[in-house]
């Protein structure tokens, strides 16, 4: 027999539909009515788009629209995260990407102001707010946070050194093309939309939760059916119910939050959950890889 899907299965799949189309619009938004028009540059391969549609057409007269050049670089990435990350989340990121490449396309570029420095803030904030929203949401806009997840997953590391990178390789061409001031509009661009995010979704790269629950077995079943991470039962006593709990303690990533959350909900819906921001791991921190690897031995 099918599985029917329960209510929150469709509220939880509407919900993702509307931020994925609110991503897509206000990245589109903060590209052609903030960036592009004023030499700014966003950041990740977005940026990379930018440059490398402004390169083709200064050096050798060849016209290709921003958005093309974000599918076509978001079309590997999306083929790496549908092995390496998971289809569910791949699957959202990758139609946010060709929508965010269709209203680009789309969408006329127009500035709504000549401040500089008025479009590198509302450039950041927007493009900012889609991609955190997305993220609060179980999914992500392409391009980087895909890279980052599979690294994630792979490595159980960040990618700080080559985002460092990528963004120093966008600002330095900024100034180079433009003018060091218009780099210094970017750095501000990326600043703010960094905030953004973090003010939306989380700005620490791994984070431990700490699950009180009556249904500890119910609920390490759950959670292991959506994500590969130890998890460490603690016994515990209510001080006011003086009822017997027990505390799951897990270690995730930032982008593991939504899918952790969703187990939570299906598995025990009045457990108490508390994410506390994770500044350093010692010890092991597996990989998905090496977690499955160790399964299999089993």
Known sequence: MTKLKTPNFWIEHTKKIFFIFFAAITNAIAMNNFLI???????GINGVSQLLADILGSSSGIVIDTGILILVFNIPIAILGWFKVGKNFTLYSFLTSILISFFIILLPVNPLTTDPMMNALFGGIISGAGIGFALKYGFSTGGMDIISMVLAKTTGRSIGTLTFAMNLLIVS??????????????LVSIYVMTKVIDTIHTSHQKVTAMIVTNEPDALVKGIHEKLIRGITIIPAKGAYSGMDRSILMVVITRYEMYELEQAV??????????????????????????????QLKK
């Open 173 to 186: 061409s900024a100034g180079f093309l433009y003018g060091w001031e218009y780099a210094l509009y970017t």
């Open 265 to 294: 909900r299906e598995a025990d819906a009045s457990a108490f959950v508390n994410f506390m921001e994770t500044n350093k791991v010692l010890g092991e921190f597996w990989s998905s890889d090496r977690q499955k690897e160790s």
């Open 37 to 43: 028009p004023s030499n700014i540059y966003a950041s």
